[in-house]
């Protein structure tokens, strides 16, 4: 059976997907003449097909197959497929894009949000199971993340809500209701872990790394990161995508060791598809990638590294979903690895002189300025480590307390460590 879709950019009608027989398409409108829906699907009248297409929707919804499963029974899909699934919720998305089934482009029109309260976010974004102490991680839902109304999608398998910020007061978006930001519970079966996400991504910051604003609270005594999103602007939303997304790779192939996008491809990516802001990008890549591998922040796969489409050209996005994991390593045979590899190392203390040569040739970047860069790092983080610790807990009434303190020391001991011994190898 033959699908459409229709595509909105910025609130413009840019183009329509089509599926027939197994095989989709996507063209823009004739007259669409705004940012590209990826900076490798330029504007055109050419018709981009499945191997563009397809991994650019994959990455817009949830990569969770329990919640795609939980939305193909919400709505009777026939399948829990992107383009089935985003007829339904793809009014709130990932940079500037919607979509909605063709012939119901009227649904972008409406839009409402509704002053909600802590409880109510806890119970739908945070509240899963019973908890196994305060400040434990919780069992996957099975119902969606999205109450009945919201028809937002984001992607990744971590659990997720969308939310307005107006001074101290939430407000949940319904229908084409643009959000602020981003409310998680931190991942599954990891104590702690929305204050060590937020904690590290705080520490980013304060290294003069572009990152995404943080906020750790809690919402009716369960914890949770508070993101605010880079891409929506009063309320305007900002295009973007994922590395995956403009490479072409799915969702499934989102780490290297998966057969997906390598440190190389995202360097060719980089220089291929920004010209304004190239050295700009090459430079927060870097100082990202670098930083995750420093922290031991292992997740820094490609679906973890986005451009923003602007009008002027593609810029590399501020840091995002960087969490590290010193904390919950109880060590083994094999070393830590991390998802993105530094001239072909991605072990843990075993990046050198070499690999930062390696580097500089793929980047088409100075041996200096890489090698700075590393330093720079490697001298930032323990000198900013503890006021990122005391400004992610600047609303948390205890900042004393050992469960806290000891996510901190055990982290911070592996970073040192690992800091002092990328710096050791360095010096040859």
Not at 205 to 214: F, P, S, Y
Not at 347 to 358: D, E
Request: glycine share 8%; with cysteine; charged share 20%.
């Amino acid at each position: 059976m033959s699908k459409t879709l229709s595509v909105f950019i910025k609130g413009k009608h840019a183009g329509i997907i089509t599926t027939d027989c197994g095989s989709m398409t996507f063209r823009y409108d004739d007259n669409y003449n705004d940012v590209p829906l990826s900076m490798s699907m330029p504007v055109s009248n050419q018709e981009y097909g499945q191997k563009y297409i397809m991994p650019w929707l994959d990455g817009v919804i949830s990569s969770d197959t329990i919640q795609r499963r939980s939305l193909q029974r919400r709505y009777d899909l026939d399948k829990p497929n992107p383009i089935d699934i985003l007829t339904k919720d793809g009014l709130e998305c990932a940079g500037a894009v919607q979509f909605t089934k063709y012939g119901e482009e009227d649904r972008l029109n409406t839009s409402h949000i509704e002053l909600v309260n802590r409880p109510y976010i806890a119970e739908l974004t945070l509240m899963d199971s019973p908890q196994i102490g305060m400040y434990s991680t919780h069992a996957g839902r099975t119902d969606p993340w999205a109450a009945p109304g919201m028809h937002w999608s984001l992607s990744g398998c971590q659990g997720k809500g969308v939310y307005v910020k107006c001074g101290d007061k939430w407000f949940a978006p319904f229908d084409a209701a643009v959000s602020t930001h981003i409310i998680k519970p931190g991942v599954i079966g990891l104590a702690g872990e929305a204050f060590t996400e937020a904690w590290t991504m705080r520490l980013a910051q304060l290294c003069g790394i572009a990152t995404a604003n943080v906020e750790y609270s809690f919402f009716d005594g369960y914890p949770a990161i508070i993101v605010e999103r880079f891409d929506r602007e009063d309320e305007h939303r900002i295009h973007q995508e994922d590395f995956c997304q403009l490479l072409h790779y799915c969702i499934d192939k989102k780490y290297s060791d998966h057969g997906g996008p390598s440190t190389v491809d995202m360097l060719n990516g980089i220089n291929q598809y920004t010209d304004k802001y190239k050295y700009y990008s090459l430079i927060e890549f870097t100082k990202q990638l670098f930083f995750n591998y420093l922290t031991l922040s292992t997740d820094g796969h490609a679906q973890n590294y986005s451009m923003q489409i602007l009008g002027d050209g593609a810029k590399f996005a501020p840091m995002y979903d960087c969490a590290t994991y010193a904390p919950y390593y109880s060590g083994g045979h094999s070393p830590l690895r991390m998802a993105m590899s530094i001239g072909g190392e991605n072990r843990r203390g075993r990046v050198g002189i070499k690999n930062i040569k390696k580097y500089a040739i793929a980047a088409g970047m100075h041996d200096a300025t890489v090698h700075r860069i590393m330093m720079d790092l490697i001298e930032a983080i323990p000198m900013n480590a503890e006021d990122a610790y005391f400004d992610t807990l600047v609303n948390y009434h205890r900042k004393d307390d050992s469960f806290y303190s000891e996510i901190f020391e055990k982290a911070t001991k592996m970073i040192y460590n690992h800091c002092a011994t990328i710096s050791q190898n360095l010096k040859g």
